[in-house]
């Protein structure tokens, strides 16, 4: 497999910032740079321009106060560039190195880090997880739910859940917060949320969830779910380490993702781009006033729950080494996280003709949905609930991120910017 580095403080930006109403900020080389650049990493410079075009008229018409877009070649940086704003309240430029929630794209480093423990000899993917976690010893599944007071029915579960059930959102379990509204209501009322509340433990509050009901049998259905949550507690309890010091000392610093965090530091929390949420039609500050999904401030407030599927704030450049770690094989810049076969496990369908096709921590093109989108077949994705996504293709040797951190936007993203993408590749 071909090795690339990526080196992290390289931006090139392709596209002129001559003449855009719309603010667009970047490290800008010569017009002619540009397009000797885009050349080169297999682009057509004059239709990579769309991709300015699209996000200016987006900015433009409200329906997200920024963007910042990065595509990474055959280890290269190849485009990274803001448009709009980091905060409509103070109307700050948005730059290409600032930091967004990215929520659930924190899964993916959960399943790398749980990987790394497997290749350790630690457990194997097939273990129950009680063996573990003791509080998920005795399963049981919802018969029956009553929204009045939020009590319920349950019947004990047939089988145990395990770890690579965990991996593929195939746990019976359900989501707190964006989940079905019983599960919603069940979670609530045991104080279980997605991103914890000030003062939450993990370990508390995992063993809370392990003594509810699951939605299905364990290995029945695909539910997006709080599995890679529990994950993160496996990884403590495994390793013997907080999942923060793991992230930390076991893949952001060797991988050199300097500005990865569950909580932002002081020293970068001018670059931490505000929460939007649409209402009523309009782009708002986002508030949520009981600490929760939404509230403006949990990256940059003391962090005691370190949330495996949705606590790390990031940025592009950090997270595209994190993607190009993958299509490297498990190695990046002569750091090896992963073997080889380890990469190809993770990257292949786990859940057979269950929908959507998933790995051990990704969304995959398969054939059985080949050409349904312009990506190549194996390629791998997901995104974050603040309209934040990403996806590496392995075939093309290809990063695509986009990021903006707007809650709950009419308009999705990641479909229209693969199109854009892939149409102008030479």
Avoid: C
Avoid at 93 to 101: E, G, K, V
Avoid at 235 to 259: C, H, Y
Avoid at 305 to 331: C, K, P
């Amino acid at each position: 497999m071909r090795r690339a580095a990526l080196a992290p403080s390289v931006v090139v930006v392709l596209t002129s910032l001559v003449g855009v109403p719309i603010a667009a900020q970047g490290v800008a080389a010569s017009p002619s740079a540009r397009v000797s650049v885009a050349a080169a990493a297999g682009f057509v410079p004059d239709r990579l321009e769309r991709v300015d075009q699209w996000i200016e008229t987006l900015v433009r018409e409200r329906q997200i106060p920024g963007a910042v877009v990065m595509l990474v070649r055959d280890g290269q940086v190849a485009y990274h560039r803001a448009w709009g704003v980091r905060d409509m309240g103070s109307g700050a430029a948005l730059q290409p190195t600032d930091i967004f929630r990215i929520a659930s794209q924190t899964k993916a480093v959960t399943s790398l880090a749980v990987m790394m423990l497997w290749e350790e000899g630690r457990f194997q993917l097939d273990d129950p997880i009680a063996r573990y976690l003791p509080a998920f010893a005795k399963q049981s599944v919802l018969v029956k739910f009553n929204p009045a007071d939020s009590s319920y029915e349950a019947r004990p579960a047939r089988r145990r859940m395990t770890i690579r059930q965990l991996l593929t959102h195939t746990s019976g379990l359900d989501y707190a917060d964006i989940g079905s509204d019983d599960f919603k209501a069940i979670y609530a009322k045991a104080g279980i949320t997605a991103l914890g509340r000030e003062g939450d433990l993990l370990a508390d509050r995992i063993d809370a969830l392990g003594s509810l009901p699951l939605r299905s049998e364990p290995g029945e259905r695909f539910t997006y779910s709080l599995s890679v949550d529990v994950l993160g507690r496996l990884v403590e309890v495994v390793s013997g380490m907080p999942l923060d010091a793991f992230f930390r000392t076991r893949i952001f610093e060797p991988l050199r993702m300097p500005d990865t965090h569950f909580a932002v530091p002081a020293d970068k929390r001018d670059r931490l781009v505000a929460l939007h949420q649409m209402k009523d039609g309009k782009l708002v500050a986002a508030h949520d006033p009981d600490g929760g999904l939404t509230h403006p401030d949990f990256p940059s407030r003391p962090v005691t729950y370190f949330a495996g599927g949705s606590g790390l704030s990031s940025t592009t450049a950090d997270y595209a080494r994190f993607l190009q770690l993958f299509l490297n094989g498990g190695e990046l810049d002569g750091v090896r996280l992963l073997g080889r076969k380890t990469v190809e496990l993770m990257l292949t369908n786990q859940i057979g003709n269950k929908l959507p096709p998933f790995g051990l921590g990704f969304a995959l093109e398969t054939q059985a949905v080949d050409y349904q989108s312009p990506v190549s077949q194996g390629t791998f994705s997901w995104g974050g609930a603040f309209n934040t996504t990403y996806w590496a293709d392995p075939q093309e040797r290809l990063v695509g991120l986009i990021f903006t951190n707007t809650f709950g936007a009419p308009t999705s993203l990641g479909d229209p910017f693969k199109v854009l993408v892939y149409s102008a590749l030479r």
